[in-house]
């Protein structure tokens, strides 16, 4: 199944005028969102699989199997040779799980991947940073 994945992966790195390969052993941010296929009682009765046809009552979130972990492990090792080097390189993640509603809802991964600074202070450059000592 990861070599499935890995395959649907790599039409979209061929087809990208950008380096999106990380080469080099570099700090990875990796942002996934799991939108999961809906099943057919989402739908109303007698209506094609579209948004447009959802029953207003279903949910959004998805809150049953697979676990969002397991989803990610799946993931973040079938991009391992492909997208970056190792997955040990992802330093940073955030991740969510919810049912599909776009087009025929049929399910999709997103998948945002930018380099981290390194220097500890860069990354927080940014932001208000709250130090607690003893």
Same mark, same amino acid.
Request: proline share 4%; aromatic share 6%; net charge negative.
């Given at each position: 199944? %990861? +070599?499935?994945?890995?395959?649907?992966?790599?039409?979209? /790195? *061929?087809?990208?005028?950008?380096?999106?390969? #990380?080469?080099?052993?570099?700090?990875?941010?990796? +942002?996934?969102? #799991?939108?999961?296929?809906?099943?057919?009682?989402? #739908?109303?009765?007698?209506?094609?699989?579209?948004?447009?046809?959802?029953? @207003? %009552? %279903?949910?959004?979130?998805?809150?049953?199997?697979?676990?969002?972990?397991?989803?990610? %492990? #799946?993931?973040?090792?079938?991009? +391992?040779?492909?997208?970056?080097?190792?997955?040990?390189?992802?330093?940073?993640?955030?991740?969510?799980?919810?049912? @599909?509603?776009?087009?025929?809802?049929?399910?999709?991964?997103? /998948?945002?991947?930018? +380099?981290?600074?390194?220097?500890?202070?860069?990354?927080?450059?940014?932001?208000?940073?709250?130090? /607690? *000592?003893?």
């Amino acid at each position: 199944m %990861k +070599e499935v994945l890995k395959q649907a992966i790599q039409p979209h /790195i *061929d087809a990208s005028n950008q380096d999106v390969v #990380f080469k080099d052993p570099v700090s990875i941010k990796a +942002e996934i969102m #799991f939108f999961l296929p809906r099943p057919s009682c989402h #739908f109303r009765r007698g209506r094609s699989r579209s948004m447009m046809n959802l029953n @207003d %009552k %279903k949910p959004r979130s998805h809150i049953g199997k697979p676990d969002l972990d397991n989803l990610l %492990k #799946f993931v973040l090792d079938a991009m +391992e040779g492909v997208v970056y080097q190792n997955d040990s390189h992802i330093t940073s993640i955030t991740t969510t799980k919810s049912y @599909d509603s776009i087009g025929a809802c049929n399910g999709r991964i997103l /998948i945002n991947l930018t +380099e981290m600074q390194t220097n500890c202070q860069d990354h927080y450059d940014d932001h208000e940073v709250i130090v /607690i *000592d003893d």
